[in-house]
């Protein structure tokens, strides 16, 4: 399972054959969690970080009034919670936004592996620098950018991530998130959310979550969304850049259909 994490590695740098066994010997464990769950709670001592195998995690923040921001999302190939390794606690939840498969990494092994392979300390080092250009550019989007121009760029951003590890189809990927979990992540009421989808789309939405999502009829029309709707922001990412910009509690909202 850890070819996905591999691969992503690989299409930023080349991995050696050693540096390889050395990164399949840092996971202790696997393990299953179901959708929804909490893997790390804020404030938590972590020993661990997780790689995602399968499935898709976020980051989230909640208020006290419940209310619920999620700051990050990651996708299979990403380490979830590196920078807990220096930090050994989080500000934040980590949640599992689909059921997932991770690999459990002791951060006794993550020691042992940046201390006899340097240059790997410097290639993990660079993707805690990856995940602070996503978080930038999400706080771009949640200051400046319209609802429409948002969403466009999410799914821009996560096509090329996706495709980064062969997730991606041409036309579109797997969408796991409900509407809420969208809305949560691009800082928007359900009604703003629900009402940017046909625009982004172009179809309307008749399901509770976003299945098999595609960039109708292809990306380029989303990518034009980004430029026209987000103030001077034209950023045409490259296809395999992975290169950024982008639950919940589900609740009776969520079974809301579009007309």
């Not at 464990?29 to 995602?52: H, K, P, Y």
Request: charged share 25%.
């Amino acid at each position: 399972m850890i070819n996905v994490h591999l691969k992503k590695l690989r299409r930023r740098v080349e991995i050696s054959a050693e540096e390889e066994q050395a990164i399949r010997g840092v996971v202790a464990e696997t393990r299953s969690v179901r959708a929804d769950q909490i893997l790390i709670r804020s404030g938590e001592e972590l020993n661990n970080a997780l790689i995602l195998f399968e499935g898709w995690l976020a980051r989230s923040k909640d208020l006290p009034g419940g209310d619920r921001q999620v700051t990050g999302l990651h996708v299979a190939g990403d380490f979830a919670d590196l920078h807990g390794f220096t930090l050994k606690r989080l500000d934040h939840d980590v949640v599992a936004f689909s059921d997932c498969v991770v690999g459990v990494v002791p951060h006794e092994r993550l020691q042992d592996i940046t201390e006899r392979h340097p240059r790997l300390a410097r290639v993990y080092w660079y993707s805690t620098n990856v995940d602070a250009a996503i978080n930038r550019e999400l706080a771009l989007s949640l200051g400046q950018r319209s609802a429409i121009s948002r969403m466009a760029h999410l799914f821009c951003e996560l096509h090329m991530r996706l495709n980064v590890v062969g997730l991606a189809r041409s036309n579109g990927y797997d969408f796991p998130l409900t509407q809420r979990e969208l809305a949560e992540c691009l800082g928007l009421t359900l009604v703003h959310a629900h009402d940017a989808h046909p625009t982004v789309l172009g179809k309307r939405r008749t399901r509770r979550r976003l299945p098999d999502f595609a960039m109708q009829a292809n990306e380029t029309t989303a990518v034009e969304v980004v430029h026209h709707h987000g103030r001077g922001s034209d950023h045409r990412l490259a296809p395999g850049n992975d290169f950024p910009a982008a639950r919940s509690h589900r609740g009776a909202d969520d079974e809301h259909d579009d007309a």
